[in-house]
């Protein structure tokens, strides 16, 4: 399967993550150095189902794919509009696909858009679309320290293709860690999460997963060409990028919008398609569960 293109949303609405920061005593360093963040983008109206429609109007205005033949829908949100029915039978209706189209939807938070790569690779349907999408800004308080710096709203909408150009799904894995379920939870509709507990996690499970997966194909980070983390923090990515002597090749992308959960690997990726020089990515995603996915990828011509 091929990454043909990504379509996004980012709320044009956002604000200002150095006066979120004085609230709490924190300096300008503080986000400078550690969160990343200067600002988080927030739905003031929008929907996390109308923002992900709007990820595929923009992903509709770059492709010239009829929504007839999109074969498959899956739609990664951990807070979606409604429980009953699922986002991607509201975003099939919405698009106006075919009844030949399978949706389902996954509840996998920031390793969310790995792990539907990985299914849509084994699943293999022509026109696969993934839609990625949370609406933080409807169930987080920004009087909460953990994560009052951190979480932006956005949707993504990627199609996959069985030929074409792109980047190829070369390999992926996905797992889950024992032991480190509760770093991250919604309890009572609201957020939680144990900061110190995700730093530990992803930068014990993070380097392992990434170095696993270029073994198993014979490579090494200096094959590489970027490795796209989940953008957790600034601090978190740059330390598993010194973990895996590949600082230069770790992007952070994320500074004028924030966390924005299963989205924020795709909204790298986007801007990745029409990069020739860019060959082979890998791709890791971490989070709740304590659940991570990764993905090596590379780009594969029209004629190949």
């Known amino acids: 399967m091929v990454i043909n293109s990504i379509g996004r949303y980012i709320p044009e609405t956002s604000c200002d993550n150095y006066e979120i920061a004085e609230r709490f005593g924190k300096t300008k360093e503080f986000i400078d150095e550690k969160i990343g963040f200067r ?8 929907t996390v189902t109308e923002m992900m429609f709007a990820a595929y109007e923009d992903l ?9 033949d999109i074969g498959l829908i899956i739609t990664v949100v951990q807070k979606p509009d409604y429980s009953v029915p699922h986002t991607s039978a509201v975003i099939h209706n919405k698009i106006g696909c075919s009844s030949n189209c399978m949706t389902f939807d996954i509840d996998q938070g920031c390793a969310g858009f790995c792990y539907a790569l990985h299914i849509a690779e084994k699943l293999n349907i022509d026109n696969t679309l993934i839609l990625t999408g949370e609406r933080f800004s409807s169930f987080i308080s920004r009087d909460i320290l953990d ?29 889950t ?41 014979k490579l090494t980070m200096e094959n590489i060409d970027l490795l796209l983390l989940h953008q957790a923090s600034l601090k978190i990515v740059s330390f598993i990028g010194k973990l895996l002597k590949a ?5 952070f992308l994320s500074a004028d919008y924030g966390n924005t959960g299963q989205s924020s690997i795709p909204l790298m990726l986007a801007d990745q398609i029409e990069n020739e020089k860019i060959k082979r990515i890998v791709g890791c995603g971490f989070g709740a569960g304590f659940s991570h996915g990764t993905v090596l990828l590379e780009r594969k011509k029209d004629q190949e």
Do not use: W
């Not at 030929?163 to 799904?169: P, Q």
């Open 39 to 46: 600002r988080l983008a927030y739905s003031k109206e929008k």
């Open 60 to 68: 509709a205005v770059r492709t010239s794919i009829d929504p007839k």
């Open 147 to 175: 994560f009052a710096m951190l979480l932006g709203d956005a949707a993504t909408a990627t199609l996959l293709k069985r030929c074409g150009s792109g980047f190829t799904i070369t390999d992926s894995r996905c797992a």
């Open 177 to 217: 860690e024992p032991k480190s379920c509760d770093a991250i939870q919604i309890i009572d509709g609201l957020l939680r999460m144990t900061g110190a507990d995700v730093f530990s996690s992803a930068c014990r499970i993070v380097p392992p997963a990434v170095k696993d997966i270029l073994a198993q194909n």
């Open 247 to 251: 600082q230069e090749k770790t992007l």
